[in-house]
């Protein structure tokens, strides 16, 4: 079974170039999410503490079986540790026998990144060159690289109540895009064609004042991912085309759990397919309610078994025990 620990992740990164990698993951997930009638999936498995959350989110078809076991602890950069960590177990359906383990902090800022970018794609002005950007943490930078992937990004405006965090943004991409400090959310947002909320805070907030949307914005709220976790007010959901990953999970956790199912016009994949329309006119206003869903996780840990192979990235691990006579486990023990 193949290994891809933290430094395998950036080697392969690193072979591959991250924007090219990120373009990669958005293709993966478009692939996937074109078969969802073969897939099975199911809302994610997840404990809730007052501090954060534990999810397990599992998705296959009849080649492939994913897991990711991920976190969710807004309080944690405050100790000097992350938001999310991740990692995931992708198995052969055949035989039930794991493929590999690897780490998914990285992959699921990539796969975040990567899902968004295939909505904004869909749902935004296909001319849309300016980004408004409320949260600067650690998904910002992929956010804005995927999102390059699929509409003629130039400009980004980004706001966050951390000035490190802004400084840490800019840092980053001021070599790759014109970048522009918002002085607070409504200066960010100003002559913005797609607007990205990217916040970390478990309670329900309302970022986007209902007065300052306008004809032909985007927004990718990403921030909401469980119950009580929102980032925008009913009001602003209800003046939007909304689009969801997978209804039973959003209505959970997603901005419509404020809302309800009746507030959805789509789930992504219908968009993709044609089976729903996408943007109708330059004058609506879309929403794609993120809240992540296993089929991305699928989708990328697929990608990285087959670069890993590819680059002969990672280490052979023996986690399963290989027998001359499969029904003779005790061997393993029994005494010479």
């Not at 072979?15 to 990669?24: D, I, K």
Request: proline share 5%; aromatic share 6%.
């Amino acid at each position: 079974m193949k290994l891809i620990t933290v430094t395998d992740m950036q080697t392969l990164i690193r072979r591959v170039g991250l924007e090219p990698f990120l373009a990669l993951a958005v293709d993966a997930i478009e692939d996937y999410l074109r078969r969802w009638p073969e897939l099975q999936l199911s809302p994610r498995h997840a404990f809730h503490y007052p501090f954060g959350v534990t999810e397990l989110m599992p998705c296959a078809d009849d080649r492939l079986y994913g897991v990711k076991y991920v976190n969710g602890h807004p309080g944690n950069p405050a100790r000097g540790k992350l938001s999310v960590t991740a990692i995931g177990l992708l198995a052969d359906v055949p035989s039930g026998y794991p493929l590999m383990i690897s780490e998914m902090t990285l992959l699921t800022a990539v796969r975040t990144a990567a899902v968004a970018a295939l909505a904004a794609g869909l749902l935004a002005r296909l001319e849309s060159q300016r980004v408004a950007l409320i949260g600067c943490g650690a998904q910002a930078e992929f956010q804005v690289l995927a999102l390059a992937s699929r509409l003629p990004v130039t400009e980004v405006n980004y706001f966050d109540i951390d000035g490190t965090a802004m400084d840490k943004f800019a840092g980053h991409l001021g070599h790759r895009f014109r970048l522009r400090r918002g002085q607070d959310i409504a200066d960010t947002l100003r002559d913005a064609d797609v607007w990205i909320t990217l916040t970390a805070a478990k309670q329900h907030q309302s970022l986007i004042d209902e007065a300052l949307l306008r004809p032909g914005v985007h927004i990718n709220a990403m921030g909401g991912d469980c119950p009580g976790k929102t980032e925008l007010s009913p009001e602003v959901i209800r003046r939007c085309k909304t689009v969801v990953e997978y209804r039973p999970q959003s209505e959970q956790e997603g901005e419509i759990q404020q809302t309800g199912a009746a507030s959805v016009h789509a789930e992504l994949w219908e968009v993709l397919t044609d089976q729903r329309p996408g943007r109708d006119n330059d004058d609506e206003i879309t929403l794609f309610d993120a809240v992540g869903i296993a089929v991305e996780d699928l989708a990328v840990l697929d990608l990285v078994a087959r670069l890993a192979e590819r680059y002969d990235i990672g280490s052979e691990v023996t986690l399963v025990p290989d027998l001359a006579d499969p029904k003779d486990l005790f061997s393993l023990v029994a005494g010479n």
